[in-house]
Nanobody
C-alpha cells in the first residue's frame, strides 16, 4: 500500500483546510485509514480514523467537532476537513493505513505541513 498526502499550507486561526490522501497498491486490504500529526518536540498523535468499508470514525477530544474524516472508496482517497483551526493545530500531518481493526498503522504517507498563524 502506498499513500500520497497533500493539501497542507498556511492558514489563519479560525480558517479551514482540507487534506487528501490517495492510496494505491493493495487497497482492498485496507481496514482503517487514519490521520496523525506531529508537532516539533511532541509525540505523534492520532487525530482521526475511519473504517475503510463501514465508515465508522474516531476523533480525540482535541479535534472533535472541528475535524471531519471521510473517504471516497471509488477514488481510494481519504480526506481530513479541518475547520476552526487553532495555532496548536500546527504540525506535520500524515495519513496512514492499517490492515486490521487494531489500529496498527503499518503504511504511511509523506507528511504535509499545516501551519496556523496570523
Amino acid at each position: 500500500v502506498q499513500l500520497q498526502a497533500s493539501g497542507g499550507g498556511l492558514v489563519q486561526p479560525g480558517g479551514s483546510l482540507r487534506l487528501s490522501c490517495v492510496a494505491s497498491g493493495r487497497t482492498f486490504s485496507i481496514y482503517t485509514m487514519g490521520w496523525f500529526r506531529q508537532a516539533p518536540g511532541k509525540e505523534r498523535q492520532l487525530v482521526a480514523a475511519i473504517n475503510w468499508s463501514g465508515g465508522s470514525t474516531y476523533y480525540p477530544d482535541s479535534v472533535k467537532g472541528r475535524f471531519t474524516i471521510s473517504r471516497d472508496n471509488a477514488k481510494n482517497t481519504v480526506y481530513l476537513q479541518m475547520n476552526s483551526l487553532k495555532p496548536e493545530d500546527t504540525a506535520v500531518y500524515y495519513c496512514a493505513a492499517s490492515l486490521s481493526d487494531r489500529y496498527d498503522f503499518n503504511y504511511w504517507g509523506q507528511g504535509t505541513q499545516v501551519t496556523v498563524s496570523s
